[in-house]
Each structure stands twice: as structure tokens, then as C-alpha cells.
């Protein structure tokens, strides 16, 4: 049978509200799914373990015996998202600054460990070539992520001269994306909790047939159904604010990846970038 992952996915928009409840804290655990009892599950989604029972059946599984096993055949796989991820669940009332510190790296080298993990090379390679091939590459973040969508039209933009970066204000992404259409490919960010503009931008921008790939936390994310490609990059962190270190590992992975493709034309781009910030004399090496 299917990938339980994938099944979930697929019908996630026919459940009702107690079983999409269950759905997505399956998506976001699929650890937990293939070794904690039914009970203990069912207590945690705050539902009865009957209706456990009737998302196995849903999912077309004889009983949740059966569907705890296909998630016990995913991870040992190791195509469960959520086994590679450790969940940070310390807290720090009382205890020194240094302990902070070296949870606060853990969870950094952990994302990012299960970012690259997940990586997919076809995927990069997807997007690279994308990105030659589009007419524009439009680079979607808002809310708090507004940046990132600057920082990597600014860098890509030395080499690659097609990236748009959007970024939500005082004009609605919607409306900003306006002329997309088949030609054009989108990467957005987005990651808990998630800006509904975004969501509404990627939903037009996927209706007009643009190419889409999403940089986003966790398989759950309203984002991924939308997408031709999902880039996971964890943001587990015990900060109050989820770690982006790993976003900004995919931004250069993706970055440098549909740079190495590139023709004479980018190499002479950086030359030429090069040359004018020596002559401008703001630069120091």
C-alpha cells in the first residue's frame, strides 16, 4: 500500500474535523505514529481512540494496527520526516546561559542535519534548471520572513538576473502577482505560523500553472499541496522564535546550485558586479 505520508496528503481535504485534526498530527509525527500506542495518541489529539480507529479506515487500512505498521515500514525506511527531527522540549527557567548555548546549537546542527538529509538532488537540480528556463522567478515570503525573498534577490540577482523578490505590504501578493502565468516559476517561504497571504498568493500563482517550489518546517504545511517541490528545513529550536538557519542553508544550497549551471552570461554577471563594487570604493576584502 501507499506511503502513509503520501495517503494522508492525498485525502486530507475530504476528512472531517476530527479526523483531519488526528491527519495532521500524524504528518508532523510519524514517529510517534509507528511506535506510541493508540491510546497515547488519541489522548494527545484530544479525541477518542474510536476515532483513530476511523482515520485507519479512512485512509483504506483494515484497522489502526495495520496503519501503525505501514508507519513502522516508513521509518525504518527512513522515509519518515519525522523520526530524523528531535524535538527540543527543554526549558530553561533557572539554569545558566551555557546550557541555553549548547541546546540552542543542538538544535541548529539537528536541522540542519535533517535539512540536508532530505534533500533531494533531482529536486536542487529541478529548480536550477528552473530557474535558466523561466521567465521570471518570483521569490514569495511576507509577515516576519519578508527578508528573505530581498536577501536572495540581492545575492542570486549577481548571477541569475530574473529573480522578482515579493515580499507582503502595503500591496497584497495576489496582487503583486498579477501577470504570472506558465512561463514564470515561484519559490516561497513559509514556515509556522503560517501568513495567509502567502497561502492565498501560492493558490493564485498555482492556478495560473506556474512552476512552484516551497521552502517550508513540516509535511503538515497548507503550502505543500500547492507545490511541485517541497524543500523541508526544520526550525526546532528551544528560542522562542523558530530557528532559520536551516531556511537560510536552503537559500544557499539552491542559490549555488542553479549558479554552477549557469553559462558564460553569469560568469560575466559576477565579473562585472565584481569590478563595479572595486571601483566604488565601499568594499573592503
Same mark, same amino acid.
Given at each position: ?116 538529509? !532530505?534533500?533531494?538532488? &533531482?529536486?536542487?537540480? =529541478?529548480? +536550477?534548471? %528552473? #530557474?535558466?528556463?523561466? @521567465?521570471?522567478?518570483?521569490? *514569495? ?106 531556511? !537560510?542553508?536552503?537559500? &544557499?544550497?539552491?542559490? =549555488?546550485? +542553479?549558479? %554552477? #549551471?549557469?553559462?558564460? @552570461?553569469?560568469?560575466?554577471? *559576477? ?15
Amino acid at each position: 500500500m501507499e506511503n502513509p505520508t503520501e495517503l494522508i496528503h492525498d485525502r486530507l481535504s475530504d476528512l472531517s474535523k476530527k479526523l483531519t485534526q488526528v491527519a495532521r498530527f500524524a504528518l508532523d509525527n510519524p514517529d510517534r505514529m509507528a511506535f506510541d500506542s493508540m491510546r497515547a495518541i488519541a489522548s494527545d489529539c484530544d479525541v477518542s481512540p474510536a476515532t483513530m480507529q476511523r482515520l485507519a479506515k479512512a485512509l483504506g487500512y483494515d484497522g489502526y494496527a495495520a496503519l501503525r505498521s505501514a508507519y513502522q515500514a516508513s521509518i525504518s525506511a527512513n522515509t519518515g520526516f519525522g523520526a530524523r527531527v528531535g524535538r527540543l522540549r527543554n526549558s530553561f527557567g533557572g539554569t545558566s546561559s551555557s546550557e541555553l548555548i549548547r541546546e540552542l546549537t543542538q538544535s541548529v546542527q539537528c536541522n540542519l542535519a535533517t535539512a540536508a538529509d !532530505l534533500l533531494d538532488a &533531482e529536486a536542487i537540480d =529541478a529548480f +536550477a534548471k %528552473s #530557474v535558466h528556463r523561466s @521567465r521570471y522567478t518570483y521569490l *514569495l515570503a511576507s509577515g516576519s520572513l519578508y527578508w528573505l525573498s530581498g536577501l536572495m534577490e540581492v545575492t542570486g540577482s549577481m548571477a541569475l538576473p530574473n529573480f522578482v523578490a515579493l515580499h507582503g505590504g502595503l500591496v497584497d501578493l495576489t496582487e503583486r502577482l498579477a501577470v504570472i502565468d506558465e512561463s514564470d516559476s515561484l519559490l516561497v517561504f513559509s514556515v509556522s505560523p503560517y501568513s495567509l497571504q502567502t497561502i492565498r498568493a501560492v493558490e493564485y500563482a498555482h492556478s495560473k500553472g506556474a512552476q512552484i517550489f516551497t521552502v517550508t518546517d513540516r509535511p503538515s504545511s497548507p503550502l505543500v499541496p500547492y507545490a511541485d517541490t517541497v524543500f523541508y528545513a526544520p526550525t526546532t529550536s528551544p528560542h522562542y522564535y523558530p530557528s532559520l538557519v536551516s531556511v !537560510l542553508f536552503m537559500i &544557499e544550497t539552491l542559490l =549555488a546550485t +542553479a549558479a %554552477s #549551471v549557469g553559462d558564460e @552570461r553569469s560568469d560575466g554577471r *559576477l565579473r562585472e558586479i565584481e569590478k563595479i563594487r572595486g571601483n566604488s570604493g565601499l568594499y573592503l576584502d
